[in-house]
């Protein structure tokens, strides 16, 4: 496996070497080239290691390397962060979490029209911070989404009265809720942005610190929901968060009815022109 590995490590920096230009690489063209692409010695000079080490590495040998002289390598190849941790797993280090690239619109609208497709069942997206970034109409009808509130998943759970007074076992899944959030900190420690939203929520919430102090971790996954709702009572969900690994800076939340209560009944009726009559109350029932 590992002669695979290093076999496949100089196929891939030989085709990523072969494709960028002296000029994008801010070198002179030097005329006319034997081969596309920057020489060995070019990358070895502008990653700052040596021209030996550099064609080692290239030939697929069983040296050291380090994170540091990795990411001078994917710099100067002009890897994308998908390109760079595969870098990193076919030299043999644990590879760095994958980042988002520039914001493709196209991707936002397909996830959009994704979350629009599950009716009419709830669903929504949201950012690696829990930030609400779309919903469809479902998760605005069941779960009492809307403008005008804190667009956090965090910090609604534990400030919106509507949610709260609809959750069964709102107590239970507030423990593996933080647990979740918790472990979704735990990938990025120094992350300000996770920073200040855990020092919103201690000042929004005591129950959420009494919570984050416990320290419990959970990975983010299922979690099944028991709703009171308004007008049709008793709902039954399972929750799954859903990853994209072009765009690992969203995750999709899908609410998936249970066989339990009636609840698919229930929920495709509220879809109807005439459940959504029935619905039109003040929201804060």
């Known amino acids: 496996m590992k002669t695979h590995r290093l076999a496949e490590l100089r196929e891939f920096l030989m085709s990523r070497r072969a494709r960028v230009t002296p000029a994008e690489a801010g070198l002179p063209d030097g005329g006319r080239r034997r081969t ?104 605005a009808a069941i779960l009492g989404m809307r403008p005008g509130i804190r667009q956090n998943c965090l910090i609604s759970f534990f400030t919106d009265e509507v949610y709260r007074s609809r959750a069964t076992h709102w107590e239970a899944n507030a423990e593996i809720l933080v647990a979740q959030f918790r472990s979704a900190c735990s990938e990025a420690p120094d992350d300000e942005g996770f920073q200040a939203l855990v020092e919103e929520a201690k000042e929004a919430s005591d129950e959420f610190t009494a919570l984050w102090e416990r320290r419990d971790i959970s990975p983010g996954g299922l979690m099944n929901k028991q709703l009171d709702h308004p007008v049709v009572g008793t709902l039954h969900f399972e929750s799954t968060q859903l990853r994209v690994p072009a765009r690992p800076d969203l995750a999709i939340v899908l609410h998936t009815p249970l066989q339990v209560a009636d609840t698919v009944r229930k929920v495709e009726w509220l879809a109807t022109p005439e459940g959504r009559r029935g619905s039109m109350y003040p929201v804060a029932g």
């Open 36 to 139: 596309p692409g920057l020489r060995r010695e070019e990358v070895a000079v502008l990653a700052g290691v040596g021209a030996s080490w550099y064609q080692w590495l290239e030939q697929g040998r069983d040296i050291s390397v380090s994170p540091q002289v990795l990411d001078s390598v994917a710099r100067v190849l002009r890897m994308s962060s998908a390109e760079r941790r595969h870098l990193y797993v076919l030299a043999g280090l644990n590879p760095p979490a994958l980042q988002a690239e520039v914001p493709d619109g196209s991707m936002c609208e397909g996830l959009k029209r994704l979350i629009d497709a599950w009716m009419p069942y709830p669903a929504h997206i949201m950012d690696q911070y829990w930030n609400c970034v779309a919903y469809n109409d479902a998760a």
